[in-house]
């Protein structure tokens, strides 16, 4: 019996302790998958400042390379959890991974900058379905006695890929240039595509719930707007006025986002919602929703502030900094299996306390970065950093996402990727803002660039160590969660006794009947 076989009536089922070699294979070739898709990302932070000189644009414009693909993940994120229990997985997998590579294809062709912003989006709308489809397949698959290990391997694949990317970047753009990038990641792309379409088969049950096109408008308007918003400042903040155009879109995604709130919830009576919001009824998924929205704003902050400090004041080059950002990174993807193993055995809090803990220590260390500082002490900081996060990240996404009802995992991912979008465009505006207010008020001192640089720099670190102080207190709030069943979540049929359910009936999604049956005592 596969973990996604329902039991026969009155059968005894053994909880599974390993999964089909179909759903070996269909994990596997998402993790791939998503692996390359993180990696163009990543790849893309040290390529920027070669674009923009070849392309002959400002910093202004170019820098919606990377804006624009987040706009367009916050956008289509939130949409992924009604697209998941829609769409069979083989199809929505092909349709995932066929966009980014024709917006892989498209940036290694493009002539201008126009065409290269346009490929960027193609790209973020495959990117954007690829990490929900992984995260609610895993927990669809797995049993809850072994997510742990499962979560570990995904920790390896969000950690190297970020890692290896500005180090493949600075490799590849001295020896061949900015188009090769896309060569590369296009080839891999490709290749998943065409393994993943030959294996791929579909995992869980299927609703026929039509799309509800208002709450999609809302969705773009408000995620979109505050998205917007955020990377507005986070990009063009020089310590002066913010634009009014940012005001605007602020007022237009807070406006949007709650309209959008309001409909889920009368949408979600009836299982119609676009992104059913019940997940936050578990005080464990809505606690780590908070904590891994905080870890990201000072993480993704970090990550742009780092590159800014070793080459503006440093005086590093792009390929230096990626070969000294390189440790941290495998010691990441080195730790998640093992990490996953002790979540397993030993549930979140033995390991989300000492991580918080180490991440902050970490995160106080860097301000006592100066325009003297050597090397090693960056080296000594990305390292504890990724030790601390590999701690953090693996059991907030497993217990998080287990803490709720097995037909909401879709949901569940969803939320977590529209938030952790939101959470890294906060924490880039917010540090950046701080960085350059800090930076303003040296030049006026007149003191040297570097200096200021240093002194902003400096500033922005204080802030993220100041808030990663919130995260220790919220480590001690996240519980094991129950094992997961229909026991637990479903209603049994009128004048038929609820029998416990185990093993792999535990972790398969409620049907739609069994969804709208639920729906009633749930809301």
Partial sequence: MTTTTHPQPGEATAPPTALSPRDRTVIGVLLVSAFVAILNETTMTVALPVLLR??????????????????????????????????????????????????????????????????????AGGTAIMMPLLMTTVMTLVPPQRRGALMGNISIV???????????????????????????????????????????????????????????????LGFGGLVYGLSSIGHSSDGGQTPVAVWVAFGVGVVGLALFVARQIRLQRTDRALLDLRTFRSRTFTTASVLMMVMMATLIGTIVLLPIYMQGVLGLDPLTTGLLLLPGGLLMGLMGPVVGRLYDRFGPRTLLVPGTVL?????WSTTLFSADSASWQVVAFHVTL??????????????????????????????????????????????????????????????????????????????????????????????????????????????????????????????????????????
């Fill in 54 to 123: 070849e392309l002959q644009i400002e910093a202004s414009v170019g820098q919606w390379l990377t804006a624009g693909f987040l706009l367009t993940m916050s956008v289509v994120i939130p949409i992924t959890g009604f697209l998941i229990r829609r769409v069979g997985t083989r199809v929505l997998y092909g349709t995932a991974m066929a966009l980014f590579s024709v917006g892989t294809l498209v940036a290694a062709l493009a002539p201008g900058f126009g065409v290269l912003l346009v490929a960027r989006i193609i790209q």
């Fill in 158 to 220: 969000i950690s190297v890929a970020p890692a290896i990317g500005p180090t493949v970047s600075g490799l590849v753009l001295q020896t061949f240039g900015w188009r090769a990038i896309f060569w590369l990641v296009l080839v891999v792309a490709v290749v998943a595509l065409v393994l993943g379409l030959r294996k791929m088969s579909d995992i869980g049950e299927r609703t026929d719930t039509p799309v509800d096109l208002p709450s999609v408008v809302l969705s773009v």
């Fill in 359 to 363: 991440t902050s220590l970490s995160l």
């Fill in 386 to 523: 990724s030790a601390g996060l590999a701690l953090v990240f693996t059991p907030l996404f497993t217990a998080g996402l287990g803490s709720v009802e097995p037909r909401f995992y879709s949901y569940g991912s969803a939320i977590f990727g529209t938030t952790q979008q939101l959470a890294g465009a906060a924490g880039v505006a917010a540090l950046v803002s701080v960085m350059s207010v800090r930076a303003a008020g040296l030049a006026a001192e007149g003191a040297p660039l570097a200096e200021q640089t240093a002194g902003g720099v400096h500033a922005a670190f204080l802030v993220a160590a100041v808030l990663s102080l919130t995260t220790i207190v919220g480590a001690f709030l996240i519980r094991v969660p129950e094992v997961e069943g229909p026991e637990t979540f479903a209603s049994p049929e009128p004048g038929e006794p609820a029998a416990p359910a185990t093993g792999a009936a535990a972790a398969v999604p409620a049907t739609a009947v069994e969804a709208r049956d639920g729906a009633g005592s749930a809301s």
